[in-house]
């Protein structure tokens, strides 16, 4: 399985929701990261967890909460998200840090609209 | 920030015709790779070229390296409707920092 699998593919919601979007692979990777890409933009980094736990976060609002329940999944929960955090949302996985070169497994992504 | 700056943005050119992407950055790096990235679709590895290498091949593609100008260049020869896609380079110390990306547009 050389696969990153994302779902949900589109995910709708009101600023008061709670949701949460949901990333799998199988290839024994060790580290696993969210991406947010807006349109027309480069992917921006939000978090990255190694060996399942979270080595980087990139300053990101607390309505975005990571979780690493085991090597091969990846969440992010969506708590009173706002308009401006519409975007696509990219898991990606690599072999980990101690592989030489960070080579990265992207998923199709999980595009989000906020209303 | 070790964000690459691809150039150009945005390339148009015929089915058949070779199309260039330039990547400069700005800090030292272990290494730098290039994604494709078709619309509103993940990112796809294309290639790797570490930093004691100059030039790397792999099918219709060739990545250059010059680390002592900070830059790196995609070339994908005889172009495809199917290259038709964006393109970015990502820079590595850790983690991966992806530039701006140039779009392709490759007319059949």
């Known amino acids: 399985d050389t696969e990153v699998t994302q779902t949900p593919k589109h995910l709708v919601m009101g600023m008061t929701n709670k949701k949460s979007l949901k990333c799998e692979q199988h290839?024994?990777?060790?580290?696993m990261y969210w991406y947010k890409q807006k349109a027309k933009k480069p992917p921006e980094l939000m978090f990255v967890?190694?060996?399942?736990?979270?080595?980087i976060n990139e300053s990101v609002p607390s309505r975005f909460s990571p979780e690493c329940p085991n090597s091969s999944l990846l969440n992010l929960h969506l708590h009173a998200l706002q308009p401006e955090d519409s975007a696509l949302y990219l898991c990606?996985?690599?072999?980990?840090?101690?592989?030489?070169?960070?080579?990265?497994?992207f998923g199709a992504g999980s595009r989000l609209t906020v209303l | 920030s070790q964000q690459g700056e691809e150039d150009p943005q945005a390339l148009s050119i015929q089915e058949g015709e070779n199309a260039t992407m330039n990547c400069s950055y700005k800090?030292?790096?272990?290494?730098l790779q290039w994604y494709r990235q078709n619309s509103g679709r993940g990112l796809v590895h294309l290639i790797l070229?570490?930093?004691?290498?100059r030039e790397k091949h792999s099918g219709r593609l060739r990545v250059t390296l010059d680390t002592s100008k900070k830059s790196s260049s995609l070339l994908i020869t005889a172009s495809r409707a199917a290259d038709t896609a964006s393109y970015f380079c990502?820079?590595?110390?850790?983690?991966?920092?992806f530039g701006k990306g140039t779009r392709l547009s490759v007319i059949a």
């Open positions: 290839m024994g990777h060790r580290a």
């Open positions: 967890y190694s060996y399942e736990k979270l080595s």
């Open positions: 070229i570490r930093s004691n290498e």
């Open positions: 990502a820079t590595e110390n850790t983690p991966l920092v």
């Open positions: 990606a996985s690599s072999q980990g840090p101690t592989s030489g070169a960070n080579v990265l497994t």
């Open positions: 800090t030292s790096i272990n290494n």
